[in-house]
């Protein structure tokens, strides 16, 4: 392990043991600036319901826990070209029945993989992965029962993996590449919410940014965002421009309530990308008795103090999307599209001071 990291290593131990203190409170009830893009159809398709997606370089990695074969697949990302799929689905060795959450490490090249029925993380190595056709993950770490079924998964440098609690007694545990337990995050309360009360409400999407030494942790049910320093005690929180209520949400039926951030945060060096919703998350045919999800259409985008930038307002419902700064765009999946894959211009935002 490198110096430089094991230092940064230790500050991260005694800053999440000892508690973090507020660096700074952003409420805001409006972005500066709101635009309406419209996506471009690619020649690109994928029959399936949602999946989730990542981006390396050139190499675009698709999730689709809906495939019969394999969960995941790695295409070219601008001719599409397909070139492996991996992670197949199945009982026997190195095969998973269900797909956890996954975390890519582009620092080091690994994409780590949770099988959602055994609390297993596979770590394949991509250079390997594209090399040889029979690879097989090279990295296996067990993790504990209690982190039975896995909610997330979050690394940092390979070396420390944040978890969330699925009981919600802390909000998030950090596990190194031994599957030992080395330190938590305590729960981030919302007001009005005793602290005894846990909840999918309470649940949050998380990302680290290795380069920064921050955490990005969004709320799935509020317009609420964090952005936790790792090499300090202090963090920034965010929340607007809904100000979605703790209490109306406690009240409400879970067809009901609102949807806040509903994937991981999506980021570059300038700015952070949150996929939102803002409306109920399901819609509910009574009489027919059918049960619809429902998607959202914007993309807010902050810079890294915190401060809101922009509002994408898209003409698709998205499952998720990547950054493409090379080629500044946006590729998502639309699942309202029979073209499902689709991209947004976003050199405005690469335009800005």
């Known amino acids: 392990m490198h110096k430089h990291f094991f230092l940064l290593l230790m500050a991260l131990l005694v800053l999440i043991t000892s508690g973090c203190k507020k660096q700074?409170?952003?409420?805001?009830?409006?972005?500066?600036?709101?635009?309406?893009?419209?996506?471009?159809?690619?020649?690109?398709?994928?029959?399936?319901?949602?999946?989730?997606l990542e981006l390396m370089d050139s190499l675009l990695f698709i999730r689709?826990?809906?495939?019969?074969?394999?969960?995941i697949?790695?295409?070219?990302?601008?001719?599409?070209?397909?070139?492996?799929?991996?992670?197949?689905?199945?009982?026997?060795?190195?095969?998973?029945?269900?797909?956890?959450?996954?975390?890519?490490?582009?620092?080091?090249?690994?994409?780590?993989?949770?099988?959602?029925?055994?609390?297993?993380?596979?770590?394949?190595?991509?250079?390997?992965?594209?090399k040889f056709p029979d690879y097989n993950p090279t990295i296996k770490i067990s993790l504990p029962k209690k982190l039975y079924p896995l909610m997330g998964l979050a690394n940092y440098n390979s070396e420390l993996f944040a978890i969330p609690d699925p009981l919600g007694e802390v909000q998030l545990y950090f596990f190194n590449k031994q599957g030992e337990e080395v330190s938590v995050i305590e729960k981030m309360d919302i007001k009005d919410i005793q602290d005894s009360f846990f909840s999918d409400l309470t649940r949050t999407h998380n990302r680290i940014h290795p380069g920064k030494d921050k955490m990005v942790m969004v709320?799935?049910?509020?317009?609420?965002?964090?952005?936790?320093d790792l090499k300090s005690d202090q963090?920034?929180?965010?929340?607007?421009?809904?100000?979605?209520?703790?209490?109306?949400q406690l009240a409400a039926h879970d067809h009901e309530r609102l949807k806040g951030y509903?994937?991981?945060?999506?980021?570059?060096?300038?700015?952070i990308y949150l996929f939102y919703n803002g409306g109920p998350g399901a819609h509910v045919d009574f009489e027919k008795g059918k049960v619809s999800?429902?998607?959202?259409?914007?993309?807010?985008?902050?810079?890294?103090?915190g401060n809101p930038v922009m509002r994408?307002?898209?003409?698709?419902?998205?499952?998720?999307?990547?950054?493409?700064?090379?080629?500044?765009?946006?590729?998502?999946f639309a699942v309202d599209a029979e073209d499902s894959m689709i991209s947004y211009d976003i050199s405005n935002i690469s335009e800005l001071n």
């Open 312 to 332: 994408l307002i898209l003409d698709h419902q998205i499952s998720n999307f990547v950054i493409d700064k090379e080629n500044q765009r946006i590729i998502a």
């Open 64 to 71: 689709n826990s809906y495939d019969d074969n394999f969960f």
């Open 262 to 271: 509903t994937a991981k945060p999506k980021f570059d060096d300038r700015f």
């Open 24 to 52: 700074g409170n952003i409420t805001f009830k409006s972005f500066p600036i709101e635009t309406e893009l419209k996506g471009e159809k690619l020649d690109f398709v994928i029959n399936t319901y949602s999946v989730s």
């Open 219 to 228: 709320y799935r049910y509020f317009d609420r965002m964090i952005i936790r």
């Open 73 to 130: 697949s790695i295409y070219h990302k601008n001719t599409f070209q397909h070139i492996k799929s991996f992670c197949r689905r199945g009982k026997g060795p190195y095969e998973m029945e269900y797909i956890g959450p996954w975390s890519l490490d582009k620092e080091n090249g690994i994409l780590w993989v949770t099988d959602f029925r055994k609390t297993n993380l596979w770590g394949f190595k991509i250079d390997s992965l594209l």
């Open 235 to 248: 963090f920034t929180e965010v929340t607007g421009p809904d100000h979605i209520d703790p209490k109306e």
């Open 293 to 305: 999800a429902v998607y959202g259409k914007k993309i807010h985008v902050f810079d890294w103090d």
